[in-house]
């Protein structure tokens, strides 16, 4: 069976190794095939494709784009897009256009928290000056060693009531889908156990996103249960979705499941890739 992983991040994006390294470290982990999937970004995938080349690994071109639906932020992942298509890099740079205001701010509230300078020492971890995301926030606060690992950071300093967390905006659903369909792509709701939907918001969303043409849900990822690949799996088979599979790695220290490691899908759903030559 194809070891399978759709979703990861580079330093293009709040990874912490350079494309070339994360393909090197899919290769070493038993990927057969891979995706990088930068949150907002396809800067990182002409290396990312050219290091998936040179080491035997299928490849398949991805992102993840940052959308606000129901004043909750949501992740969906584009997979198969050309990179190149006009509207979908329009798209994202428009996506990526509020970060470094939403960062001085995140930075204003912090230094009234009593971390002062927070945006010109997380820029230490940047490796995109475009994408200045929480994770490098999150970064610089592990590093004054207040917080046990990343998800303290997060649940004290940088998640909705916290002193670092300004709301934003992103794309809409609706752009997001037709960007990724526009670009040739399928379009994949990311990590749904996330989200903090009841049920009724939950079904909403899937409609609304069956209805724009979006084709898959991750159904295995990194940030699932167990409990939550069988109540996503049974999502897939009654919204007539597919499943996808990916470990959402953003770095050897930082992520709790590597790439490739996770189980495999479902046999109940059928994989996104189902009727991809690979
Ligand atoms: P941003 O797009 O700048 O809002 O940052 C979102 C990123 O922060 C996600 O892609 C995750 O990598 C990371 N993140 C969000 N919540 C958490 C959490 N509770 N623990 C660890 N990382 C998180
Ligand atoms: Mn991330
Ligand atoms: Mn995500
Ligand atoms: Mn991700």
């Known amino acids: 069976m ?7 991040h580079s330093n293009v994006s709040d990874g912490v190794l ?3 390294v994360v393909a090197a470290r899919a290769k070493a982990k038993g990927v057969d095939v891979w995706a990088l999937t930068d949150h907002d970004e396809v800067s990182g995938i002409a290396e990312a494709r050219e290091a998936a080349a040179a080491f ?4 398949v071109t991805g992102v993840e784009i940052s959308i606000t639906w129901a004043n909750e932020t949501v992740h969906i992942v584009g997979l198969r897009v050309d990179e190149k298509n006009e509207n ?3 798209g994202l740079t ?8 939403r960062a001085h701010e995140m930075a204003e509230q912090l230094a009234i928290a009593g971390i002062p300078n927070a945006f010109e020492r997380a820029l230490k971890y940047v490796g995109n000056p475009d994408l200045i995301s929480r994770t490098h926030f999150a970064r610089y606060i592990l590093e004054l060693g207040r917080c046990k690992d990343i ?3 997060f649940a004290n300093y940088l998640t909705e009531g916290k002193p670092g967390y300004v709301p934003h905006r992103w794309a809409t659903l609706k752009d997001a889908v037709s960007w990724i369909r526009g670009a040739g792509g399928v379009a994949v709701i990311a990590h749904p156990g996330r989200y903090k939907f009841n049920d009724v918001a939950m079904d909403a969303l899937l409609n609304e996103f069956k209805q724009l043409g979006g084709t898959a849900v991750e159904v295995v990822t990194g940030s699932h249960t167990v409990e939550e690949y069988e109540r996503f799996a049974k999502v897939a088979r009654n919204y007539g979705l597919l499943a996808s599979r990916g470990s959402d790695f953003h770095g050897p220290n930082e992520s709790p499941v590597d790439l490739g ?3 495999p899908l479902p046999s109940s759903v059928v994989p996104v890739w189902h009727d991809w030559r690979l």
């Open 2 to 8: 194809l070891n399978v992983d759709l979703h990861c």
């Open 88 to 90: 979908l890099v329009q």
């Open 94 to 101: 428009y996506t990526r256009s509020g970060r470094e205001r």
């Open 151 to 153: 998800s303290e950071v």
């Open 18 to 20: 350079p494309p070339a």
């Open 56 to 59: 035997g690994l299928k490849y």
């Open 261 to 263: 490691a996770l189980p």
